[in-house]
C-alpha cells in the first residue's frame, strides 16, 4: 500500500482512474486516505473512483458477450473461479452485481460470467451504476473515517516489515480455503441431489 500512496501522490487522480478501471479497492482507499491527509480532494478522488470503476465492468461485460473466442484461452486456468462467479450470479442475479465488486479474486469473472449467461447489457449497466457509486461510497469513506488507525498502522509496519508478508499469505489462504469450501459443499450438495 505505501507504493500505492506514492503512487497516487506522484500521479494523482490519473492512477485513481487507471486503478479504479481495474476494480481496485486498495486505490480507492488510498485515495481516501490521502486526502484525509490534504493531499488529494475526497470527492472529487471518489467521484473518479466510481466512474472508473463503472466503465471498467462494463468494459469486461462487452468483452464477454462480444468477444467471448478472443478472451477465453485466458480464463482456461481459472475454470474453477469462473463456475464459483457462475454459481453467485445464478443464486443472487441483480445482487451479485453489488457483492462481486468487493469479492477480490472473481470481481473480473462475474460480468463476463453475465455477459455469457446473456444477461441483458441496459440491466447490468443501470445496476452497475448503483454499485459502482456503492463499492467507491463504502471503501472510501470507511478508509477515510479510519486514516488515523491506517497511518498509525503503517507506522507499525515500517518498524517490523515482516509482518506484512505474514498478513498477505494469510488472507490470500483464508480467501482460497472459503472459496473451496462453499466449492465443495455445492459439489456434495450436487451429488447428493443426484
Same mark, same amino acid.
Given at each position: 500500500? =505505501?507504493?500505492?500512496?506514492? +503512487?497516487?501522490?506522484?500521479?494523482?487522480?490519473?492512477?485513481?482512474?487507471?486503478?479504479?478501471?481495474?476494480?481496485?479497492?486498495?486505490?480507492?482507499?488510498? !485515495? !481516501?486516505?490521502? %486526502?484525509?491527509?490534504?493531499? /488529494?480532494?475526497?470527492?472529487?478522488? @471518489? %467521484?473518479?473512483?466510481?466512474?472508473?470503476?463503472?466503465?471498467?465492468?462494463?468494459?469486461?461485460?462487452?468483452?464477454?458477450?462480444?468477444?467471448?473466442?478472443?478472451?477465453?484461452?485466458?480464463?482456461?486456468?481459472?475454470?474453477?473461479?469462473?463456475? #464459483?462467479?457462475?454459481?453467485? /450470479?445464478?443464486?443472487?442475479?441483480? %445482487?451479485?452485481?453489488?457483492?462481486?465488486?468487493?469479492?477480490?479474486?472473481?470481481?473480473? @469473472?462475474?460480468?463476463? %460470467?453475465? $455477459? #455469457?449467461?446473456?444477461?441483458?447489457?441496459?440491466?447490468?449497466?443501470?445496476?452497475?451504476?448503483? !454499485?459502482?457509486?456503492?463499492?467507491?461510497?463504502?471503501?472510501?469513506?470507511? $478508509?477515510?473515517?479510519? +486514516? =488515523?488507525?491506517?497511518?498509525?498502522?503503517?507506522?507499525?509496519?515500517?518498524?517490523?516489515?515482516? *509482518?506484512?508478508? *505474514?498478513?498477505?499469505?494469510?488472507?490470500?489462504?483464508?480467501?482460497?480455503?472459503? /472459496?473451496?469450501?462453499? #466449492?465443495?459443499?455445492?459439489?456434495?450438495?450436487? #451429488?447428493?441431489?443426484?
Amino acid at each position: 500500500m =505505501e507504493d500505492t500512496l506514492t +503512487s497516487l501522490t506522484t500521479w494523482g487522480y490519473l492512477a485513481v482512474a487507471f486503478f479504479s478501471f481495474g476494480g481496485s479497492l486498495v486505490v480507492v482507499a488510498a !485515495a !481516501a486516505v490521502l %486526502s484525509y491527509m490534504g493531499k /488529494m480532494d475526497l470527492y472529487v478522488a @471518489l %467521484s473518479i473512483a466510481a466512474l472508473f470503476n463503472f466503465l471498467g465492468d462494463n468494459f469486461l461485460f462487452y468483452l464477454g458477450k462480444y468477444h467471448k473466442e478472443d478472451i477465453k484461452p485466458y480464463f482456461k486456468k481459472h475454470k474453477q473461479k469462473i463456475a #464459483l462467479s457462475t454459481l453467485i /450470479m445464478r443464486k443472487y442475479g441483480v %445482487s451479485a452485481i453489488f457483492i462481486q465488486k468487493f469479492l477480490y479474486g472473481i470481481k473480473t @469473472l462475474i460480468p463476463i %460470467s453475465m $455477459s #455469457l449467461a446473456k444477461y441483458d447489457f441496459k440491466k447490468f449497466v443501470f445496476y452497475n451504476i448503483f !454499485a459502482s457509486i456503492v463499492f467507491v461510497g463504502v471503501i472510501g469513506m470507511s $478508509s477515510y473515517y479510519a +486514516s =488515523e488507525s491506517i497511518i498509525a498502522l503503517f507506522d507499525n509496519f515500517k518498524d517490523r516489515p515482516w *509482518i506484512v508478508p *505474514i498478513l498477505l499469505f494469510s488472507f490470500i489462504g483464508g480467501a482460497f480455503f472459503i /472459496m473451496n469450501t462453499i #466449492l465443495n459443499r455445492r459439489k456434495k450438495k450436487k #451429488l447428493k441431489n443426484q
